[in-house]
């Protein structure tokens, strides 16, 4: 026999807030719900009651603990986060569901760890250095890569290929009390985000990205911070965009091509040698120089008209004839441990296993943190043992 279930009480106001605050119209939910749309209105206008089933599917619909919907009034809403799309305002939708999921469980994430330090009574510190506009990204590209330490032949021998680069960026960035996590979210909407409020920073990667893409997001979200400026960013033409955050994002791509790609090393490197302003630059070249860098095409042919080595038409035809390739490949069949890593980053995974250690949290607790069943703890631990 059917569950039956009775109608329980509910703020109306709460019931719209859910719905709002993923940016779901009545008719999206109707559906996935199974119910009228009449019905669903009825129950935030107050004119009617929703069944403890009801609230409960809603709750999975909404990605919300059942407890939020029973909440005497909406909880107060975190900032919004600015957009630095690169698209035209009328070509502009509302986030995806998805994107909402992201930056909620991002903003969590930031909570959770906050909470746990605090009750290992460890002091949070970040270290990130303030930067404004006016100052030359060159400049400040220069004097940032010295504080983090990493030697061009790091870079260019060390590091063996893309996923070396990746990790040994994102662990220098993650020593300066900076959070950095891998999150699913739709590329053609968004490449990266970067959260600026609250005690202890973050940065927001596209777990779907190419990994060339995932550095220079890693570095482009990185100037947010020194900007003091978050926000979503999708690494576009900016054309579209105000003044404001036009400049912004100019330097923020600005300083991540100067990073990764340091003048001196680009100039200096045998396959530029004397070629000086070259009409063209072969594909060949461009794909050696990205390798060495662990560096996109796009990225290295930016440097080279930034420093006056190519034309700007030939990389507005480049970068045309590279993103008309199409959406990265698939990563393959998922490794939940090497995923969890991954997305919530070392820092966070070794705080959860720290905490609970210290007996501060549940075993429940950890599989909540970490979104992952407690049978891959093992494997995850020795992951974070190996620094993977």
Known sequence: MPRKSLEVMVEPEVLKWARESVDMDIQTVTKKLKVSEENLSKWESGQKKPTLIQIEKLAEIYKRPLAVFFLPSPPEKPPLLKDFRSLPLEQKKPFSFKTHLAIRRARRLQSLTIEMAKSLNREIISQISRVNLSDDPEVVAIRIREQLGVKIQTQLLDWKNENDALNGWTRVIENLGILVFQMSMPLEEIRGFSLTEGEIPAIVLNFSDVINGKIFSLFHEYAHLLLNAGGICDMGDQDYQSKESRSIEKFCNHFAGAILVPKDALLNHELIGSKRYPSEWSDEILKELAKNFRVSQEVILRRLVILKLAAADFYKRKRAEWQGKGKPKGWGPPNPPKKC??????????????????????????????????????QIEQLIKGKV
């Open 341 to 378: 890593v991954q997305e919530n980053g070392v820092p966070f995974v070794s705080l959860v296993l720290e905490t609970h250690r210290e007996e501060k949290i549940t075993y429940s607790d950890v599989a909540d943190y970490l979104a992952i069943r407690l049978k891959y703890l093992p």
